[in-house]
């Protein structure tokens, strides 16, 4: 029985080794993608991109876990641009906020909202406290 379950747990661990590294694959595939569709709207205002790649969701706070990727929505990567120093910064929600951000987003322009304002306050502050101010 003890040995089962730690088969058990050996071969789940596996899978979600599988499961973080495809998406980071395609995360970074996404945010050169964004960059470049930025750049291309932007011009050069936009002079470089970041990924906030923390563990807690910059809307609340929460974490964002692992089951999170295994689906497909988890995917979804957003971005805002950091107008004061050029940068793109790209970011992950968590499920409950992304789904609060899409709510939203039907009837509010985007970046109005107190979830947004919330949203691109901790990304600044995030940005600048990595760049080491
Ligand atoms: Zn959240």
Known sequence: ??????GKFVVDTA?????????????KELLELIFLQAQMQFGPAIRSRWLHA????????????????????AL???????REHGVLIAYMLCSKCANAVI????????G???????????????YLKHQGH
């Open 54 to 73: 923390e563990d807690d969701c910059p809307g609340c706070g929460g974490e964002l876990n692992v089951v999170k990727f295994k689906k497909k929505k």
């Open 1 to 6: 029985m003890l040995s089962a379950e730690a």
């Open 103 to 110: 709510k939203l987003g039907e009837t509010h322009p985007h």
């Open 15 to 27: 899978k979600q080794d599988s499961f973080m590294k495809k998406p980071e694959k395609e995360m």
């Open 76 to 82: 979804s990567l957003n971005a805002f641009i950091f």
């Open 112 to 126: 109005t909202t107190p979830l947004h304002q919330e949203i691109e306050k901790n990304l600044k502050a995030a």
